[in-house]
């Protein structure tokens, strides 16, 4: 936690300007804004970002710009391209702000939601719903299950990676990578048993994707979100003065234990409610925030705006690559986002390991 400390006093030093963040946050918004529309328009039936704007402000009585001038394309936008693309900044959004919690509460920047182990652990909840046909919550079985079982696992690797008052990094890894491959067992064992129906889902948990996107789905994972971010907003205080260390933070009212342990299950919550109902998208919440916090240093408050705008546009354009890189074929979108995250992940070790005596 000492090395911790000094790379925050060391970023401190040389964060931006507000100026600065705010012309990031302006850029991440265009971007962002620009990707959906051109994300929206993008696929068998190609439409205008143009038409696509103005097709949305129809709906709020603003006739600026024109309709889509296919007479499928208004129907397609608001049945399948719309669910989809917020579907994808949601998702994002969530993840990212969920990898900048894990991070905060364990004080290094390897800690990812898809690393230690709660995707995983989700999906297995998710799985074991799928197989057993489960609906003691209705709709919410799945997602109720997902969340458990990532909870769990995440509750699983704190306790473990503990040491003297100290989550080990370390161990933290370790961890993670015993609990997602006992995940990957059960996964497996549930695929072996399930019919053919239940296979194809587990399948489709293991790559992840967005094509089943509904707007039934996104009114469940909106409030989530939205709630997931406004938790994050109050906590994010907290959350710079547990970065001074732990005896700092307590001296100053912090409690700790309590903090991390509501933070756990928030993140939990995001990720449960992510891959109940896209599958499992790894390393967004690595990558995210560690390059967010490069780049505005280690002020929570404004890294979760900047997190959850970098989150969600990476996912926009991660799905807007799976739908086009190969012609008429949807590639699964955790893997595109491995194929961005693993490098990246191994540069991040290697950037560790020259630090004395890394994160934690």
Do not use: C
Request: hydrophobic letters at 55%.
């Amino acid at each position: 936690m000492f090395s911790w400390n000094i790379m925050n006093l060391a970023t401190s030093a040389r964060r931006p300007h507000r100026a600065t963040k705010g012309i990031l946050f302006a850029a991440l918004t265009a971007a962002l804004i620009f990707s959906l529309l051109v994300s929206a328009g993008t696929g068998q039936l190609a439409i205008p970002p143009a038409e696509v704007l103005g097709s949305l402000l129809h709906r709020i009585g603003i006739d600026w710009l024109p309709l889509p001038s296919h007479e499928a394309g208004d129907p397609t936008l608001w049945a399948i391209r719309f669910p989809r693309v917020v579907m994808a900044a949601l998702v994002g959004a969530g993840l990212a702000i969920s990898g900048l919690l894990m991070q905060a509460i364990f004080g290094n920047p390897l800690a990812e939601p898809g690393v230690i182990g709660i995707s995983s652990g989700a999906a297995v909840g998710a799985g074991l719903s799928i197989v057993f046909g489960l609906t003691f919550f209705g709709q919410w079985t799945t997602a109720v299950f997902a969340f458990a079982t990532g909870l769990i696992a995440t509750l699983l690797v704190y306790f473990m990676s503990r040491a003297e008052g100290r989550t080990e990094v370390v161990t933290l890894v370790l961890t993670g990578i015993a609990i997602n491959a006992i995940a990957g067992a059960a996964i497996a064992m549930l695929t072996f048993l399930g019919d053919t129906q239940s296979r194809e889902q587990i399948v489709f948990w293991q790559l992840g994707s967005l094509a089943g996107s509904r707007w039934p789905q996104i009114a469940i994972v909106a409030p989530v979100v939205t709630i997931g971010m406004i938790a994050a907003y109050l906590v994010a205080r907290k959350l710079d003065l547990l970065s001074l260390g732990e005896r700092n933070a307590r001296h100053l009212g912090v409690n700790v234990e309590w903090l991390r342990i509501g933070v756990i299950v928030l993140v939990a919550l995001l990720v449960g409610a992510s891959v109940a109902f896209v599958g499992i998208i790894a390393f967004v919440g690595l990558v995210i925030p560690h390059l967010m916090r490069m780049i505005m240093g280690p002020a929570h408050l404004p890294l979760v705006t900047a997190s959850a705008l970098g989150g969600a546009l990476l996912m926009t354009l991660a799905d807007l690559g799976a739908r086009t890189i190969v012609p008429m074929a949807d590639l699964p979108i955790g893997m595109l986002t491995s194929l961005v995250g693993g490098p990246f992940f191994f540069w991040l070790l290697r950037r560790t390991r020259k630090r004395a005596g890394g994160w934690g």
